[in-house]
């Protein structure tokens, strides 16, 4: 293997490029799914995979496969990959990184004359934002049987369109029962993603490895109370729907901390409430809320203390509730094999590292039940991210896919 060199200056011009495909103006962006601006940049990744070399696939819900073929076509390939939809007004780098990271990742490899026996598999997946359908990762839930025909049938956008009529008119038809995938398809998976927090700039490490990935429950609380004009009805008569939601946002904040456990996080990140009108008692309010934790027994510890305080706090002021789990994913742990070859490859290159958790989720957490897997991550500026001004540099970008390439050369080919 001759030296394995990132070109760095052409990554960036080319993440700088997809970036253009967006409904927002720069630096934003914006990619909802199967939007135009979502079927430009499948289309930019699909033209970069296919001048390096590589055999193109897409399945039903139009998660993108392409293929560096190995010479044991026979034994599993080794996958890497993450998506390139984006949220409204987010940032470049997000999920964009562990794409275009990897077609660079495989161009350095050819450079340097590497003949893989495992063919290597960029994955390109589906929607792992919610944003159209309210559920994130549907392409890697999909694929892992977490989510099923039926399931995905049922989903519906903002507008009521069905999944089924959103996909047909982005040009996928074939039956969603193909999308699931068999487990032990993939020999590994690994994602490059910036961290999305602030601990690997903070310390100046500029590698991450990722030991296990946080998961979320979330969940959406319907209150129902009394409405009312807000001079007409005297305080003891009152029925507020807000003022029992802000009572049990502060219980979500509680019932985080009460766990013991650093990893535990819980967010009320939605609250709406109706009529909105200054002078009018609130009648009802929406909130959703996430829980995570990389350990299920503190994260569902949470869950209990969060319905208990909803219970209480209605029934104290006499508001109706009615409480929806929209998901529970259980936490993945990493492989603790591919873990060590990742820490080998930083120790090789005389990179520093520091073996940390993700408390983002991402479709690695769906993959974990298909194949080992693992995650490298790289700082991001601030740990922003979501945002705008979400920045990863040029260098830190290179290094993260030297990484990759370097651990994707070994999963490969045995060393």
């Not at 290159?349 to 073996?355: A, D, G, K, N």
Request: charge should be negative; aromatic fraction near 4%; glycine fraction near 10%.
């Amino acid at each position: 293997m001759q030296p394995l060199t990132v070109d760095t200056a052409r990554l960036q011009a080319e993440l700088d490029q997809l970036a253009t495909y967006s409904s927002s103006p720069a630096p934003g962006v914006t990619r909802v799914l199967w939007s135009t601006e979502d079927m430009q940049a499948r289309n930019y990744v699909k033209q970069l995979c296919g001048e390096a070399g590589l055999s193109l696939r897409e399945d039903s819900l139009g998660t993108l496969f392409a293929r560096w073929e190995g010479s044991a076509p026979e034994l599993a390939a080794v996958a890497s990959g993450s998506h390139i939809d984006a949220i409204p007004n987010a940032g470049r780098y997000d999920g964009t990184v562990g794409v275009l990271g990897v077609i660079e990742a495989i161009r350095a490899l050819q450079r340097a004359g590497v003949q893989p026996r495992r063919s290597i598999e960029l994955i390109m997946f589906t929607s792992e934002e919610p944003t159209r359908f309210g559920l994130g990762c549907l392409g890697s839930r999909a694929m892992a049987g977490t989510l099923s025909s039926e399931q995905l049938l049922a989903l519906r956008d903002g507008e009521g369109r069905s999944l089924d009529e959103v996909r047909a008119a982005a040009g996928y038809t074939s039956d969603l029962a193909h999308v699931r995938l068999e487990a032990g398809g993939y020999s590994a998976f690994v994602e490059l993603h910036i961290e999305q927090g602030p601990l690997l700039e903070a310390a100046g490490i500029p590698i991450g490895v990722v030991r296990a990935i946080a998961a979320p429950a979330s969940l959406r609380l319907t209150l129902t109370g009394e409405g009312g004009h807000a001079g007409a009805v005297l305080m003891p008569q009152r029925r507020d729907a807000l003022l029992a939601g802000a009572e049990i946002a502060l219980a979500v904040e509680r019932a985080a901390l009460a766990t013991g456990s650093p990893d535990t996080v819980a967010t009320t990140g939605v609250f709406r409430v109706e009529p909105g009108a200054i002078n009018s008692i609130p009648s009802r309010a929406l909130l959703e809320i996430d829980v995570r934790d990389v350990a299920l027994e503190p994260r569902n510890q949470a869950l209990a203390a969060i319905e208990s305080a909803i219970n209480a706090v209605c029934k104290r002021r006499g508001i109706g509730w009615e409480l929806t789990t929209l998901n529970a994913d259980p936490p993945a742990p990493c492989a603790s094999a591919l873990v060590g070859t990742v820490e080998a490859v930083c120790q090789k290159l005389q990179l520093p590292y520091q073996v940390m958790v993700s408390r983002a989720y991402h479709d690695s957490l769906f993959m974990a039940r298909l194949c080992p897997v693992t995650m490298i991550f790289i700082p991001c500026r601030n740990g922003v991210s979501h945002r705008p001004d979400e920045y990863a540099a040029p260098d830190d970008i290179g290094r993260g896919v030297a990484v990759l390439a370097h651990t994707l050369a070994r999963l490969s080919t045995g060393e």
